[in-house]
């Protein structure tokens, strides 16, 4: 048995040490050694808490203290020496302190589990996660308003199954984003909200009879109280899991928005041009300019939603308090944490720096009879013609120009009037898509009177 084995630490009733195999499956310290910062923090607040209450003396809880913060700058450093016998992040840094303190290090443990430690540590852990997607998102949110300020009037196709449907603003456009991405911001708030409790102190699984005074290490650590169960709050993995879902959800909308740059950026659209710097060459054809970002944004969804799926299998039918399968909780939720963060920053590099082709949006605008609907609205509003009978008219239309290869406004009064004879020349007025956008005037809608509503709304939320 080496000097530094975990046998150390729990090791009083075993006669033989682990099995190399069963170290390796056991062992944690390859991921969890990211929680070094948390756990460290965990364990000063927890020292404090022991002297400030007399379970330790305040010589020991110093000499505590002063050995984490060299143990802290030792790992921070890259001079720390992290061992698989040690199993897990919080053993290193104990045995380490012990090293270099002696006796008091094995005072620290007192009033406290492996059980809370992991819990606080991996739930401030994914605090600071959901603080950096905070901050994500809201420059993300800040790219789309300014795409969405420059272009607040310009044309474009709006589609439904992918299909022209209706003349809508490249303003507008942005702006569903940035709905889509303020919902994702807001369940990050309220995810943070909801999980700020503190487990430290529930001990093992039961709580402990030393006179511990949890409100002051959760207030030490940033929590707004202490939880309430012992039992839940170190088999408790809701905060894990309710990151991954807005992780989940907002990687979802990442992808969408993703799918539309690739395919604004084909040669075929030429909605957007996307930055040098956020594409990439072929090795082989001269010509090309790929939006890897956003392939790669859409793809990386993938591996978020695994993760949930697969924090979701653990947990599944898991019997209180804690199980050592809750340790397969931290590397879905670090790999997930790393492309979300990145996604959310390829995306908001890939918004600042994209140019939308003006000229081409307002081309295809006025394509694929978009402005259909701006006509039987014409003939319902002008006519009094019921809606269904203007929608019947209209089709004609539309069969009219497809057989002529011409769009709407290009028929000539007589072909419109061959189809209902009470037609004007006043229709040609809302044929074109500028007017169709001005007209949507209603809450929410594409006119640019709107969409600057919304923008000026966004901006005085985030201030
Ligand atoms: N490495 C463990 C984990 O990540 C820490 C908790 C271990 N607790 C225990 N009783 N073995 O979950």
Redesign the pocket.
Known sequence: MSDRSSNQM?GGRFAAGPDAIMEAIN???GF?QRMAAQDIAGSRAHAAMLAAQGIISDKDAEAIREGLLTVLSEIEGGAFHFSTAL????MNVEARLKEIIGEPAGRLHTGR???D??ATD?KLWVRDQLDAADAGLVALIRALLDQAEAGAEWVMPGFTHLQTAQPVTWGHHMMAYVEMFGRDLSRVRDARARMNESPLGAA?LAGTSFPIDREMTAEALGFDRPAANSLDAVSDRDFALEFLSVASICAMHLSRFAEELVIWSSAQFRFVTLSDRFSTGSSIMPQKKNPDAAELIRAKVGRIFGANTALMMVMKGLPLA?S?D??E??EQVFDAADNWMLALAAMEGMVKDMTANRESLAAAAGSGFSTATDLADWLVRVLGMPFRDAHHVTGSLVAMAESKGCDLPDLSLEDMQSVHAEITNDVFDVLGVENSVNSRTSYGGTAPSQVRVQIARWKKELG
């Open positions: 729990w062992a944690s310290i969890d199993e897990d992040i919080h589990s492996r059980n430690q992991v991996f093992a804690y050592k809750m340790q909780d931290k």
